[in-house]
């Protein structure tokens, strides 16, 4: 009897500290992909795609977009559905990759989303523009249509190449407008963050395939992506002394991510480190169409170049611990 006790005290702490020490995937509560993290003031705002497919599921379920936030790595606030394709009146279908970000004093969030039948496109994925005062809304629809629809590319056939929305703005104010499945497509961006400068671009870094993460680190511009790899997808990335390119391929990041075919990248620094976030199908009943956001640690060598990522059960550790 007393030994039977002891055993299950011992059980007790092993579980309490366990669970501690896995913290991936960070949200638990909900089914989560494609991570885009930004810092705004001192708290960490976590942007997601959500996964709602039962488990039976051959295809991805993705209604709307939430919100969570930080202050110390450790404890996430749950902002719920911030956003969703029925905000913009030209949208139907599925709530696909987004990257938010803060620029004159406001919020826009860039969506990938599908388009409807009408007289600005034949349909397939397009790209939109929420805009709002707080990071986690009201949002409304910057412009009353989509950004950038299906016609407006066309090195690739499928319906589908204008995805995954990332956005960057220099330093020199010259904002810019990364995204794309299957090659890479990027245009500036006007201050007013809603219409294109000028012509889109297009190329094709090595083994890309989707999910383009851009920023600049030490004046080196950084463009990290979902790749082909052993497909299942990897992480592998570029560098360029300018956003415009030309991009010189760098290597692999990360593998494969544990029973997800996808992975995606958002990158940020945040309280002097580097958090690497992404999302694998590693939470119970989890898959490919029930993925879940995870951060590690990154860390780069003293040339700028980005040390191998480890995807790890224990996670970051919490701020101020
Ligand atoms: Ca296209």
Known sequence: MYKGKNYF???????????????????????????????????????????????????????????????DMLNWTNHGVCLSPKTFSWATGDAYASQCVFRNGKFYWFVSTFHKKNENSKGGAAIGVAVSDRPTGPYTDAIGKALIVNEMTTDKKHGWDDIDPTVFVDDDGKAYVFWGNGSCKWARLKENMIELEDSIHTFNPKNFIEGPWVYKRNNLYYLI??????????????????????????????????????????????????YFFYHNGSLPTGGSYRRSICVDYMYYNPDGTIKKVEQTTAGVKPIGN
């Open 9 to 71: 005290l011992v059980l007790l702490m092993v579980f309490a500290v366990g669970s501690v020490l896995a913290q991936n995937p960070i949200i638990k509560d909900k089914f989560t992909a494609d991570p885009a993290p930004l810092v705004y003031n001192d708290t960490l705002f976590l942007y997601t795609s959500h996964d709602t497919a039962s488990v039976e599921a051959t295809n991805y379920q993705m209604p709307d977009w939430l919100v969570y936030s930080t202050t």
């Open 225 to 274: 992506y979902a790749s082909e790899g052993t497909k299942p997808e990897m992480i592998e990335y570029c560098t360029a002394e300018s956003p415009e390119g030309p991009w010189t391929y760098q290597g692999i990041i990360t593998g494969n991510a544990p029973n997800s075919f996808t992975i995606h990248p958002g990158i940020i620094d945040y309280k002097d480190k580097t």
